[in-house]
């Protein structure tokens, strides 16, 4: 498995395992958990969650998931942004390892910017890992002028910025991605298959079968191809997790790659980053 390397030095599994939507429905809990499992025992050592997923019952899902095997794990979690003021960020953080039953998230992220300063969000994280209760921090769903100012406020131990990015949502490539590329932060890529809209495109369907692949692999592959990129695409069956990690063995030639520029064209210009 390809690793990724954070600026710090830790070097993670490129592919990951989200949990967004999972533990909204009782009947799939159990399918849930054992797609977490297996995608453990496959090398998937990587878990997102966040107190938002689920009102907290994802990252309870999660907490049964990896007991017994915490060590395992890289953990991430993801705090409110209105939880991520100096006064609030350590009470979030404490629910949330309640809710996992763990001593220590391996990384925390703010999930999106809201009112809290950014220098104040800074700070609570870095009192967060001189305490022990994380080991690094990063955030998500922040552009280029959001990341301009966080450096500029101290934020220069950040370590990733998640963000909505797949073949359909190309925009981070202009000038985001480059940003944090130049500062050896990489991307941690949220809905990689567009929430399972992409696997509809005709197109990829018609490379995924000359492949003997799926949609999805495809696109996960394509992820996988780039440097500094770290998808985290959910699972909520084994039969899933099996079909994720074998995207990791894709390697796609440079005519399939340009065939899906020519069907997903990169950016032309800045836009906008967007969110789900």
């Not at 939507?21 to 799939?28: F, I, L």
């Not at 996992?100 to 700070?123: K, N, S």
């Amino acid at each position: 498995m390809k690793t990724i390397r954070f600026p710090d030095g830790t070097a993670v599994p490129a592919l990951g395992q989200g949990t967004w939507m999972m533990a909204e429905d009782p009947a799939r809990r159990s399918d849930e958990i054992a797609a977490l499992r297996e995608g453990l025992s496959l090398g998937l050592t990587l878990i997102d969650t966040a107190e938002m997923y689920a009102d907290g019952e994802s990252e309870r899902l999660v907490g049964e998931a990896i007991a017994g095997r915490r060590d395992e794990v890289f953990l991430v979690g993801k705090a409110y942004p209105q939880n991520a003021s100096r006064d609030r960020l350590p009470r979030a953080c404490e629910a949330s390892l309640d809710r996992l039953g763990t001593d220590r998230l391996d990384l925390y992220l703010l999930h999106w910017r809201g009112g809290v300063p950014l220098a104040e969000t800074v700070a609570a994280m870095e009192r967060l890992v001189a305490a022990g209760k994380i080991l690094r921090w990063g955030v998500s769903n922040l552009d280029v002028d959001d990341m301009t100012e966080l450096a500029e406020c101290g934020g220069e131990r950040c370590q990733t910025d998640q963000i909505l990015y797949n073949l359909t949502r190309r925009g981070p490539e202009y000038d985001l991605m480059p940003w944090l590329a130049r500062r050896g932060m990489p991307v941690m890529a949220y809905s990689p298959v567009e929430q399972g809209r992409l696997l509809a495109h005709r197109g990829l369907i018609e490379m995924a079968a000359a492949r003997d692949a799926t949609p999805a692999q495809i696109a996960l592959a394509w992820l996988l191809a780039q440097n500094g990129i770290l998808p985290i695409p959910k699972a909520g069956s084994v039969a899933h997790v099996w079909e994720n990690r074998a995207a990791a063995d894709v390697t796609l030639s440079d005519a399939e790659r340009r065939r899906l520029d020519d069907l997903f064209p990169p950016p032309r210009g800045p836009e906008p980053l967007a969110m789900l």
